[in-house]
């Protein structure tokens, strides 16, 4: 069934892959809001992994955890970073999704016997699954993965001008963006790939309306018109994307070519007066740092940042709330001579989540510099799990002290819990079950001690949700143990079970936390845990001074 209210603006990408289509979707529901209207964006990946938890984020990088426990596309992130929308794991389809429902409705003897093809069926599912829980929102943005001509995308595209029909054009949008490369010996821009890439699109019966075109430095008025003569789309209806500085700058770049206004007068909305003077400040906030900071990750995948989106975004959300540009300095604890080296010159420093034992040893060693040297400190997930057995082994001396999940140990201060709720449900989870399937995903409560840093950094709440995504959780037989050798645990699940955050009490800011906050640190709202680290490596570099 079509829902009655939503009009539906498909984002597609050619040419390349990277050029922001992501991005791109984002800036395009940043801007509707800014004018007044509310949107929803999901988005369609063509692979057939069933979600991207078990992909290497070394290859597709970070797995972005929604509040209802999806683990989705990095994408996602900058969804909720752009609009504040919460995403959801339903916002995610992928090819495997898609079978996985319609091969089980199949073994059900749904289908009557009819033979199962990817048309009707198979866009039928992924038509349904675009047109799901979108009635209360004024545009739904769908983002295509890959790029046009991927055999995987296929199905997709073909379910998209089939609900282009369905819809309508009035309803319907196709927004496709193309790269324009440059040429140095002719010294241009080149339209031909793009041109290709619209007939590609066309193949499958789709002509865009809009073209977002990036190139290095933005295109002159005969490329305009050139673009507007071969992909058929009016000249008014194409968009400049310049390579920008900051990624906050893309919703402005788009709305200097007009491509808010274009897409009403496209809907033949009356188009309410647009207000982005919140994009304009964030950029000056964070463009004109007072001062600098060196911050030090210190990770597995220290060589490929795209494993660590939200991390980066939410350090450069707390940078730009107090005016300082932080200089990252990516260490891969694998590499112990370099994680020597960063140690003395680094100002503040976070372990991050991480899976498997590679790289513990180097971030051990952090972990103790910074406790001994009194270094602001933020652990995360594996990053808490770390600190614990840091102190365990240099506080509780039992060398032993060690995670289960790095082979079998006399000691496990991090071990596999077997049971836990989830609301009102009974969670379980084995060893051996399915990958996919054993972690505590999702948002969870976390109840604040009062009294703590922890309390401090959320402004005096007794209870926070926060998101998580992890097999192994702290084992509370040590916890009096290691409270008695200094560490305060000041959060915990609300039944007082799982160790939620850590801190110690004579160190100027060490703070761990089983959860990932920078899932949800947003431009106009920085997540306080790293906006109080910054606070206080800023508050230690002045008075050293
Ligand atoms: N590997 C640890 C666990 O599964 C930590 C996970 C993480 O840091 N996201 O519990």
Redesign the pocket.
């Known amino acids: 069934m079509i829902p009655a209210a939503p009009r539906f603006i498909f984002v597609t990408g050619g040419v390349v892959s990277s050029v922001g289509k992501g991005i791109a979707a984002a800036s395009i529901g940043a801007l509707l809001q800014a004018r007044g209207f509310s949107v929803r964006l999901k988005k369609l990946e063509p692979y057939i992994n069933v979600d991207p938890g078990t992909i290497n984020p070394y290859k597709h990088g970070e797995v972005y955890v929604t509040d209802d426990g999806g683990e989705t596309d990095l994408d996602m992130g900058h969804y909720e970073r752009f609009t504040g929308v919460p995403t959801r794991s339903i916002d995610l389809l992928t090819t495997g999704k898609v079978y996985s429902a319609v091969i089980a409705r199949e073994r059900r003897g749904d289908y009557l016997g009819s033979d199962i093809q990817v048309v009707p069926h198979i866009t039928d599912e992924i038509k349904h699954r675009v047109l799901f829980s979108v009635e209360n929102v004024d545009f739904v943005i769908c983002e295509v993965g890959g790029t046009v001509g991927d055999i995987e995308g296929l199905p997709f595209l073909e379910a998209i001008r089939q609900l282009r029909n369905d819809l309508g054009r009035e309803r319907s949008v196709n927004v496709h963006l193309t790269l324009l490369p440059y040429i140095a010996s002719a010294g241009e821009l080149k339209t031909k790939p793009s041109q290709h890439s619209v007939r590609e699109l066309l193949r499958t019966g789709i002509q865009p309306e809009f073209l977002i075109c990036r190139s290095t430095q933005g295109f002159e008025e005969t490329t305009r018109k050139k673009l507007a003569l071969f992909c058929n789309v009016p000249e008014t209806h194409i968009v400049d994307a310049p390579d920008a500085s900051s990624i906050y700058q893309i919703p402005l770049n788009f709305h200097k070519s007009d491509l808010d206004g274009a897409l009403c007068q496209y809907f033949s909305l009356s188009s309410p007066r647009i207000d982005l003077k919140k994009w304009e400040n964030l950029l000056i906030k964070l463009q004109s740092p007072k001062d600098t900071l060196r911050l030090g990750i210190f990770g597995k995948y220290a060589h490929f940042l795209e494993a660590y989106k939200s991390l980066q975004e939410a350090i450069a959300h707390a940078g730009g709330a107090q005016d300082v540009k932080i200089d990252v300095r990516w260490v891969d604890t694998e590499d112990i001579g370099s994680v020597q080296a960063a140690l003395p010159e680094v100002q503040a420093m976070i372990v ?5 034992a590679r790289g513990v040893p180097g971030k051990l060693q952090v972990i103790q510099y910074a406790r001994e040297h009194k270094i602001p400190f933020l652990g ?4 808490l ?1 770390l600190v614990i057995i840091e102190a365990a082994r240099h506080l509780l001396a039992l060398p032993e002290a060690s ?1 289960t ?1 790095f082979g079998e140990t006399s000691e496990p201060v ?1 071990a596999l819990m077997i049971e836990w709720m989830q609301g009102e449900q009974l969670q379980r989870r084995t060893a051996q079950g399915d990958l996919g399937g054993t ?1 505590r995903l999702g948002a969870y409560p976390c109840t604040i001690i009062q009294g703590t840093k922890l309390a401090a950094v959320y402004d005096g709440k007794k209870e926070v949700s926060e998101r998580h ?5 702290v084992n509370s037989a040590y916890k009096e143990r290691l409270e008695e050798v200094g560490l305060r645990f000041s959060g915990l699940s609300p039944d007082g079970d799982l160790l939620e955050a850590v801190e110690y009490k004579d160190h100027p800011w060490f703070v761990a936390v089983q959860y ?1 906050p920078e899932f949800k640190s947003r431009p106009f709202a920085p997540h306080p845990l790293f906006v109080h680290l910054v606070q206080a490596a800023l508050h230690q570099k002045k008075s050293k001074r």
């Open positions: 991050p989540g991480g899976f498997g995360i997930c594996l990053g799990q995670s999940e991090i972690m995504r992890h097999r192994y959780e990932h």
